[in-house]
């Protein structure tokens, strides 16, 4: 299993920018597809976005289309998400998330995650 630990979260104001980055330990990580994914107060957890092993494959929600971008750098064993256009609903604590499988949609998909990053969008 790989080690993940997030970070870049904060608090920002509608309209505003943010990335997140996740890094990854061992020397593997190019192995694995990498997902985000958050989780509101009172919600269950949901999918943000996912990424293939190489980068060249990418998924997003269709709430996060065309505002955030996936993107990971496998020589150092780090996967990101940059937000754009932040909204009051992207509030939530954003988890990555690793499997050494196709991307996918599904956080049971996923065998390991890091401990998560806050993200608050004050309006």
């Known amino acids: 299993q790989v080690q993940l630990v997030e970070s870049g979260g904060g608090l920002v104001q509608t309209g505003d920018s943010l990335r997140l980055s996740c890094a990854a330990s061992?020397?593997?990580?190019?192995?694995?597809?990498m997902g985000w994914f958050r989780q509101a107060p009172g919600k269950e957890r949901e999918f943000v976005a996912s990424?293939?092993?190489?980068?060249?494959?990418?998924y997003y929600a269709e709430s996060v289309k065309g505002r955030f971008t996936i993107s990971r750098d496998n020589a150092r064993s780090t996967v990101y998400l940059q937000m754009n256009s932040l909204k009051s609903e992207d509030t939530a604590v954003y988890y990555c998330?690793?499997?050494?499988?196709?991307?996918?949609?599904?956080?049971?998909?996923?065998?390991?995650w890091g401990q998560g990053t806050q993200v608050t969008v004050s309006s």
């Open positions: 990424i293939g092993l190489s980068g060249t494959l990418a």
């Open positions: 998330a690793a499997q050494k499988a196709v991307p996918s949609r599904h956080p049971d998909d996923y065998h390991s």
């Open positions: 061992g020397r593997t990580f190019s192995s694995y597809a």
